[in-house]
């Protein structure tokens, strides 16, 4: 490795340090330290908002919103030049187990990763009989993010389509027990906008007919839900009530690690199978940089290979590499310490948001929480009222020419898109039940705006100022 010295004189100096003697040597953790405290004093010299002008400036509908703490662990991470998973990644995995109280976290380099690991993970062989295989049935939604149904494609299931409750946007629970077949094997949702889906519904539905529960928890990282399933309340946070939960970490998200994700489970043989599927499909657990863990590297006897073949190349399914990297971790490590003010931030900007447009509620259809949550909203989604004197893109019109950004519901109806059209086609490859009547009205008249941590109050003014006077004049 060559490495080419910056000149003394371009070093960086804290105050004081100028009039040291210029061949004076520096220790490493001496220059270490120095190069951290630059970083931390040049993010907050370059931390300065810049003004809002109304009109002007875009009022976005998610973002990062970080500090000097993720520069600096940031910066910290890259003189390690640890580039793969490493100390900062470790510590991720435990922090998020802390907080949303699971027994395993593995990172992986995004949230349609995450959902990928997830149901692959259900297709091993050590399940036994619960094993998700070729032609079972996989219960979800299509008004959604298409990256909760495209991993039960790829691993050769079928997706099972439930009609939304249109308050919630979320599974109708009571049309979730006419789905279930003799082939279903697995049940997967995502909250959405941050909101729970009814948790008890389909975890008892789930228990009747020993079904899989996989929680797609990428838009709802801190919501809470209330469980009367078991006699007596228990709140907890999401994601730690199916046998598998996924997060992202992209920008837009409740965290951010630039790209990044995570899979959870409190069941040990699941996260066994899920850091495999991770890490190439590899039968060994050792953590990278670590050899013989099991104390058999040389010794066992796997499928048809020599005896003695090297533990760590032998492969017990077909996996994938999608591994976080130690940079994108450092940067998480922040950022998880904040999850409860991010948190809190997002439910008083939905509660501000909520109480200006109600008196509108002969136009619009205002988002409901699931009764039992507490969301830790991702957006604020608004319906456009059949008995309006507008249309929904009037409105989205309206919003976007005031720079407001404004958000589809994801997919809408992702039976209507054109990943369908083969499947549609041929009559083939999934199965609705019912009908999608919700989901269509939902996909043709709704659409989301901002609640994130980084909504100020004159953006959140501006906001219902356009929203309230376009309702004003279409009421006159």
């Keep these: 490795m060559t490495v080419i010295p910056l000149p003394r004189r371009h070093l960086p100096v804290e105050d004081g340090e100028a009039g040291?003697?210029?061949?004076?040597?520096?220790?490493?953790?001496?220059?270490?330290?120095?190069?951290?405290?630059?970083t931390h004093r040049y993010s907050e010299a370059t931390a300065g908002k810049k003004?809002?002008?109304?009109?002007?400036?875009?009022?976005?509908?998610?973002?990062r919103v970080y500090d000097s703490d993720e520069v600096t662990n940031l910066v910290s991470a890259a003189l390690d030049f640890w580039l793969t998973e490493g100390p900062y990644a470790h510590g991720l995995e435990q922090a998020l187990c802390r907080f949303l109280g699971v027994g395993h976290t593995a990172l992986v380099n995004s949230g349609s990763s995450a959902n990928l690991v997830a149901l692959s993970a259900l297709t091993a062989r050590e399940l036994g009989e619960r094993r998700l295989g070729p032609g079972d049935e996989v219960i979800t939604v299509a008004g959604g993010f298409p990256t909760t149904v495209a991993p039960i494609v790829q691993v050769g299931?079928?997706?099972?389509?439930?009609?939304?409750?249109?308050?919630?946007?979320?599974?109708?629970?009571?049309?979730?027990?006419?789905?279930?077949?003799?082939?279903?094997?697995?049940?997967?949702?995502?909250?959405t906008l941050g909101n729970p889906f009814d948790i008890d519904e389909v975890l008892a539905c789930c228990r009747r007919h020993g079904l899989w529960l996989v929680e797609d928890n990428c838009d709802a990282l801190g919501s809470r839900y209330t469980s009367t399933g078991h006699g007596r309340p228990v709140t907890r946070l999401t994601g730690g009530f199916g046998d598998i939960a996924t997060s992202s970490f992209y920008p837009a998200h409740h965290m951010t690690t630039g790209e990044g994700g995570a899979v959870y489970t409190s069941d040990d043989l699941l996260d066994t199978i899920i850091r495999s599927v991770r890490d190439?499909?590899?039968?060994?657990?050792?953590?990278?940089?670590?050899?013989?863990?099991?104390?058999?590297?040389?010794?066992?006897?796997?499928?048809?290979?020599?005896?003695?073949?090297?533990?760590?190349?032998?492969?017990?399914?077909?996996?994938?590499?999608?591994?976080?990297?130690?940079?994108?971790?450092?940067?998480?490590?922040?950022?998880?310490?904040?999850?409860e003010a991010f948190g809190q931030a997002r439910r008083d900007n939905f509660r501000y948001l909520y109480r200006h447009l109600a008196p509108y509620a002969d136009m619009l259809r205002l988002p409901e929480a699931t009764r039992g949550a507490d969301p830790s909203w991702f957006g604020f989604l608004i319906g456009v009222l059949p008995e309006a004197p507008f249309t929904?893109?009037?409105?989205?019109?309206?919003?976007?020419?005031?720079?407001?950004?404004?958000?589809?519901?994801?997919?809408?109806?992702?039976?209507?898109?054109?990943?369908?059209?083969?499947?549609?086609?041929?009559?083939?490859?999934?199965?609705?039940?019912?009908?999608l009547d919700a989901t269509d009205t939902i996909m043709r008249s709704s659409f989301w705006v901002g609640v994130y941590p980084g909504m100020t109050a004159d953006r959140l003014d501006h906001m219902v100022e356009t929203v309230t006077g376009f309702l004003d004049r279409h009421r006159s």
């Excluded at 997706?159 to 109708?172: G, K, M, Q, R, S």
């Design 20 to 38: 040291r003697e210029s061949a004076e040597p520096a220790t490493p953790a001496e220059l270490r330290r120095q190069i951290l405290r630059l």
């Design 51 to 63: 003004p809002f002008v109304a009109g002007r400036t875009r009022v976005d509908y998610a973002g």
């Design 280 to 339: 190439w499909g590899r039968g060994c657990w050792c953590k990278p940089g670590r050899d013989n863990t099991c104390g058999e590297r040389f010794s066992g006897c796997h499928g048809d290979l020599p005896f003695g073949y090297d533990h760590k190349y032998v492969y017990a399914r077909f996996g994938y590499n999608l591994k976080m990297t130690d940079l994108q971790a450092a940067v998480g490590v922040a950022q998880v310490s904040k999850l």
């Design 392 to 435: 929904r893109a009037d409105l989205v019109a309206e919003l976007e020419q005031a720079k407001i950004q404004t958000r589809a519901l994801f997919a809408g109806n992702l039976l209507r898109h054109p990943c369908f059209d083969e499947m549609r086609s041929t009559g083939s490859g999934y199965r609705v039940t019912g009908d």
């Design 157 to 191: 299931a079928v997706p099972v389509f439930v009609d939304l409750h249109v308050a919630t946007a979320n599974i109708d629970p009571e049309k979730l027990e006419d789905a279930v077949s003799s082939r279903t094997r697995a049940v997967m949702l995502a909250h």
